[in-house]
């Protein structure tokens, strides 16, 4: 009787079970799909209806500092976090392999076109010089020749009336005797020699009077620079020698002046290189726009080269949000729409623009990349409300955050009186809320642990103990 009623009960609790296993299968599949059906909500719906984006990131602005030369890094003046103003020195550059070739070979042009320039200046002094010493020269013969004519002029004078007395002297006796010879008193034999007595005298007349007339003639042309007869060779001489050094002198300032100008170019021309080496030797890297230094590439004693990256400045007083949203919230996220920012300083802002894309020229143009977007989805570049508080405030906050003006930070954008929040958000708060609770129940008194573990271990010795009663044979 009992083994009869204990096979009845065992089948009746092996129907029991096989009747409950159809019940689980069907919850657990039920649970299954219904968290798949979650997990693939989660991840369809915000991107298209939600008016909430965790997708959001605070940027800046960013200004890269490079190097203007080659060389090294001699001493940075600023580390990242320094707040810094236009005029800001940030590093020294010297470069001590500077190739000094060309200055060489210009300074050596120079000195050549001065060498000969000062010899050209010494030549025309001299020719000047030795001008002068001919002038005066010329001015004691000028002088001498003049008196010399002057008295040969009065001795010419008086010898033409000394020979004009006497060939009037012999026309008288010529006349004397011709009365004569008419009267025959005197024959023709006596007025023949007088008449030719007579004819001489003339002609000595004549070539007195020519005689004064050349010396007067010289004596006006020496007046008036001309230099003509063999008394005036030597003269003429010393003029034509004056005029050769003349155009010498005048040819060695002509000469000077192209010199000068030569030297005067060739100086310029080594200023330059000078100034350009000098700038290539040493350089002092100054800081142009206001801001907050992002990151530092070099270190001191590191050698770089021209153009390389020193350093990246972010303009913490322009800073904004980049938030992702479906392309379906691009007419209620139009410019102007009032969000409220989470997890960041800022608790709200206004939307600027909206961008469909970026680019990677884009990009670098800012502290951090643009987050990635999925198809159809877009940008709300968002300007928060204390973005211009000041680059002060930036500066305090920058030492207990990892990045100046909490740039790269991910925050939560919401739209003011959104409606459908985004799942991802709320996963992710009830995460943070379970793991809260999680850690008050290990904060509990150690009381309140012991008191479970009692009863537990209560709870499972009545459990051994129905099990024990159970499986003892009934008494018949």
């Known amino acids: 009787m009992h083994q009869t009623t204990k096979s009845g009960t065992a089948d009746g609790n092996g129907g029991r079970r096989a009747k409950r296993h159809p019940v689980i299968l069907r919850a657990s599949s039920l649970l299954i799909a219904g968290v798949l059906s ?35 890094i001699g001493s940075l003046s600023k580390q990242i976090g320094n707040a810094v103003e236009p005029g800001n020195s940030l590093a020294l550059i010297s470069n001590a392999r500077v190739d000094k070739s060309a200055l060489i070979a210009l300074e ?15 030549k025309k002094i001299s020719d000047k010089a030795y001008v002068k010493a001919l002038n ?8 001498m020749l003049q008196a010399q004519f002057q008295s040969q002029i009065v001795a010419l004078r008086a010898k033409v009336a000394e020979s004009d007395s006497l060939s009037q002297a012999k026309k008288s006796l010529v006349d004397r005797q011709s009365t004569l010879v008419a009267r025959n008193a ?48 030597s003269t003429g001489t010393l003029i034509q020698k004056r005029r050769d050094i003349e155009l010498d002198a005048t040819r060695m300032e002509i000469e000077e002046n192209e010199l000068s100008a030569a030297l005067r170019d060739q100086q310029a021309l080594v200023d330059r290189e000078r100034q350009r080496i000098a700038s290539l030797s040493g350089a002092d890297v100054v800081i142009s726009t206001p801001g907050t230094i992002l990151t530092m590439g070099v270190t001191p004693g590191r050698r770089v ?74 940008y709300a570049i968002i300007a928060p409300d204390e973005a211009g508080s000041g680059a002060a405030k930036f500066g305090q906050a920058a030492s207990s955050e990892t990045t100046p003006c909490t740039v790269g930070q991910w925050v939560t954008v919401t739209k003011d009186k959104a409606l459908v929040p985004s799942l991802s958000v709320t996963w992710s ?9 999680s850690a008050d129940e290990r904060q509990a008194p150690a009381e309140s642990e012991e008191t479970a573990r009692r009863m537990g271990i209560a709870a499972l010795t009545s459990a051994f103990r129905s099990v024990a009663a159970a499986s003892q044979p009934s008494v018949p």
């Open 186 to 233: 005197a024959s023709m034999d006596m007025l023949n020699p007088t008449k030719a007595q007579y004819s001489a005298a003339l002609h000595n007349a004549d070539v007195d009077r020519a005689k004064l007339n050349q010396k007067i003639a010289q004596l006006e042309s020496l007046q008036k620079g001309i230099y003509v007869g063999d008394d005036l060779v």
């Open 136 to 143: 005066s020269e010329i001015d004691g013969q000028t002088a």
């Open 429 to 437: 708060r009830v995460e943070k809320l379970i793991a809260s609770v």
């Open 38 to 72: 979650v997990l693939l909500v989660s991840a369809v719906v915000p991107p298209i209806i939600a008016d909430q984006s965790d997708r959001a990131v605070v940027n800046a602005p960013l200004t890269l500092l490079t190097a203007p030369i080659d060389g090294e």
């Open 108 to 122: 050596q042009k120079t000195s050549d076109a001065r060498a000969k320039l000062e010899a050209t200046k010494q």
């Open 305 to 378: 080269t021209a153009g390389d990256a020193l350093a990246s400045l972010v303009d913490c007083n322009k800073r904004f949000v980049v938030a992702i949203f479906s392309y379906r919230q691009a007419e209620s996220m139009k410019v102007g729409t009032r969000v409220r920012i989470d997890n960041a300083d800022f608790k709200s802002g206004t939307v600027e623009s909206i961008l469909p894309k970026t680019t990677d020229k884009v990009d670098e143009r800012y502290a951090v990349p643009f987050p990635q977007t999925e198809r159809r989805e877009l």
